[in-house]
């Protein structure tokens, strides 16, 4: 009988020792990316990962580049917005086996350069006149600089780039050189994407002429009556000079056809081959998503309560991309 409580001990040492290793277990890394639809699709994705399948995560920061690094070198496993081959780091590290892109995520993505409507056409309803009546194309806004007057030079036209750090950022510097734009436009870099939207919205709300880069899904979209200035066809030789910040004469090109995956690095590919084939059945409809995330935006929703309502709401989006039985835990979680 004296042995009983040291053999209870032992027992009770073997369970908890048990349990600090489940608890233990390494999470899935994603990158914890800046803009909307990146933060909503990451978390709906970690709450299909968590609750349907049983594996913790989390999230670390980083720029696109950087992320994609880390993807190739397995310090992160997942970027679940990826604009697959948009990027030197991106290409390099598909061509070497490294990380893979799953799916296509979102049909009929899109990015550009965008000015509001009313710019062109004026508006009637706000009092508001046409400042640039023939604008169709980048090459057009050689003639207006001074409707987009950028407030620290007025003699200059003020363009809205990406922040720094994104791939985009590149692109759209090197356009600006392509184009012949460098020199009658401010290459302004926004310090995040929040302040990217805060300088467009302050703008369209107050009827001010703006010239942005901006991308589908996302609110904005679905928010003014914004028109894309029209680029020459896509070429991927000009592409190539689009994308290496070092080159010396950039050539003009739409950009790569947009096609939005979900990034995974070797080792999670090979690790994880459930939730690789739940990732390549990822299908967000753009309408869908584009009202999820004007919500988010306007009511200043979270992304992690955004993707819960989401998947609330969208049963049957979401549940075609799993097994029966998986889709059910999900339910039961939300």
């Known amino acids: 009988m004296k042995r009983l409580p040291a053999l209870l001990a032992a027992v009770i040492l073997s369970f908890a020792g048990t349990a600090t290793a489940a608890d233990a277990r390494t999470p899935i890394h994603f990158g914890a990316i800046a803009w909307e639809s990146g933060a909503l699709t990451t978390e709906i994705l970690r709450l299909i990962v968590e609750k349907g399948y049983g594996y913790p995560t989390d999230t670390l920061p980083g720029s696109t580049v950087s992320m994609e690094v880390a993807l190739a070198r397995n310090d992160l496993q997942v970027i679940a917005e990826e604009w697959a081959g948009r990027s030197p780091a991106w290409v390099k590290a598909e061509q070497a086996g490294q990380v893979f892109s799953l799916g296509d995520t979102v049909k009929n993505a899109e990015e550009g350069w ?11 309803k706000r009092n508001l006149k046409a400042l640039a009546p023939d604008l169709r194309s980048v090459d057009d806004l050689k003639r ?3 409707v987009f007057s950028d407030p620290e030079s007025p003699d200059k036209g003020r363009f809205l780039n990406s922040p720094s750090g994104w791939t985009s950022e590149t692109v ?11 020199q009658q436009y401010v290459n302004f870099r926004s310090g995040s994407g929040a302040a990217l939207d805060a300088e467009i919205n302050s703008a369209i709300r107050r009827g001010q002429p703006v010239l942005f880069y901006y991308w589908s899904p996302t609110p904005l979209m679905g928010r003014f009556e914004l028109v894309r200035l029209e680029e020459p066809p896509f070429d991927p030789q000009a592409w190539a000079t689009l994308t290496d910040a070092r080159n010396p004469s950039p050539r003009g090109s739409r950009s790569l056809p ?3 995956s979900i990034g995974v690095s070797a080792a999670f590919r090979k690790q994880y081959p459930e939730l690789v084939d739940t990732f390549s059945k990822v299908d967000l409809p753009i309408d869908t998503l584009n009202k999820a995330l004007a919500h988010m935006s306007e009511t200043r929703q979270p992304p992690g309560e955004a993707a819960l309502a989401f998947l609330r709401d969208n049963p049957a ?4 991309w799993m097994p029966g039985e998986v889709a059910s835990k999900i339910e039961a979680g939300l």
């Open 114 to 124: 965008w000015v509001p409507a009313y710019v062109i056409k004026g508006d009637p």
């Open 144 to 146: 207006y600089p001074k």
């Open 172 to 182: 759209n510097s090197q356009k600006l050189k392509a184009y012949g734009l460098d």
């Open 258 to 260: 947009a096609k939005l």
């Open 317 to 320: 989006v979401w549940k075609a």
